[in-house]
């Protein structure tokens, strides 16, 4: 139901860096992240953040390399992502929703994805 917009997707090298927003159309909804699925691969969450705890959520494999934060609104998430890897292509897919949760089936808005690449 609700509308995400997503921004900052693209082709990088490895080790370099990119940054994903999303704004979502409602003021503030409890959860806002990340989730990520690559061709042929289930879809995993990457990062998520309750608005009102101020609590995150980060994959093992992205740990100290990806932070998640509130952008200038609190309907807006940032991903800021470094040292990227070839293993990080993947259609980034923004969410948000009522329930903290991990589990892809527990969101009900999406955004349309952005593709990000990392290859040499």
């Known amino acids: 139901q609700v509308q995400l917009e997503e921004t900052g997707g693209g082709s990088v090298q490895p080790g370099g860096s990119l940054t994903l927003s999303c704004t979502a159309s409602q003021f503030v909804i409890p959860v806002m992240g990340w989730f990520r699925q690559a061709p042929g691969k289930e879809r995993e969450a990457i990062a998520l953040?309750?608005?009102?705890?101020?609590?995150?959520y980060y994959r093992d494999s992205v740990k100290g390399r990806f932070t998640i934060s509130q952008g200038a609104a609190t309907n807006t998430v940032v991903l800021q992502m470094s040292r990227l890897k070839p293993e990080d292509t993947a259609m980034y897919h923004c969410v948000a929703g009522s329930q903290w949760s991990t589990l892809s089936r527990d969101y009900d808005s999406w955004g349309q994805g952005t593709q990000v690449t990392v290859s040499s």
């Open positions: 953040f309750h608005t009102g705890a101020l609590y995150t």
